[in-house]
């Protein structure tokens, strides 16, 4: 089932961020896709006088690994509903001293660790090729770290996330490695959700919760799921004054380059793709089957 009112704006959350506080005219919404079911139901609402949807990342209860999340079906559900921007919240170690736990960042680069999570919505008789030189929406990022700042809290604009497989926490020879790669936070959920975004042509940033110091730091405790979730859910009420304060400054109409991602990306002729392929897509390329796009 979808909601009769398009939804133009999603939060998902990360451990410990498990629902939008404030939604009125509250719907629940259990949408069948061709990947499977998503994460946990996805609840809409009316928040600020706009259409706002919430899925939590792990399910109710924490109960999906990193790897096991369901992301082409969470990203092509939320696509169906017409959202066109995602403010994603998550847990992340942090990889410099600067960056203190309670710290929050809103990271402009990534750097892909994982092993054979599905990562791509296109396959089975068409082929795809997306630009992800800068795999968040600048304009996104902009709003979400301003919001975020005026939520008093200690935001760093901008940084490398670095992703891995987990759900292990690194070893101290990985941590060190990453540190000198450049990266500045570690996490493990924001791949292959930024690529899949990026595919459906939707807006992405992460608010990122700093809750340890991985295990790199002489002085500081080995970081424990103990310690994310006490540190994360101190930050809970922050993150959710800085998202919605975020959702209320949308760019509307957008004009950054995220809504065409497709436009040059589609390498296959149309009139060879599959039509199962084709229905199976329709939420991500609709616009251009029906502009006959693809060479």
Known sequence: ???????????????????????GD????????????????????????????????????HRILPGELPARANIWALKSLGVEQIIS???????REDIEPLHMVV???LIDRTRGRPSTFFGEGMVAHIGFAEP?????????ADSTREAEATVHSGGTLVVIEGPAF???AESFLYRQWG?????????PEARLAREAEICFAILACSTD???WHETHEVVTADMIVANLLKNVEVSRRAVRLALQRLPSPRECSCQDALKDAIVTSLDIVPEETKRRLAPIIGKYVTAGVGG
């Not at 089932?1 to 939604?23: C, K, T, W």
């Not at 919240?89 to 990889?95: D, F, K, P, Y």
């Open 136 to 144: 968040f929406c600048d304009a996104l990022r902009g709003v979400v």
């Open 26 to 61: 509250v719907e629940t919404l259990h949408i069948d896709t061709p990947f499977g079911p998503t994460s946990d139901a996805i609840v809409a609402g009316t928040l600020d006088g706009q259409r706002v949807a919430f899925l939590p990342r792990h399910g109710a209860g």
């Open 213 to 215: 110091y991985d295990c």
């Open 183 to 191: 990266a500045d936070i570690i996490g493990m959920t924001a791949l």
């Open 107 to 109: 990271p402009d680069q």
């Open 170 to 172: 690194s070893t101290k």
């Open 1 to 23: 089932m979808a909601s009769s009112e398009p939804v133009r704006a999603a939060v998902i959350g990360g451990s410990g961020f498990y629902q939008m506080e404030g939604l």
């Open 89 to 95: 919240v998550s847990a992340v170690g942090s990889l």
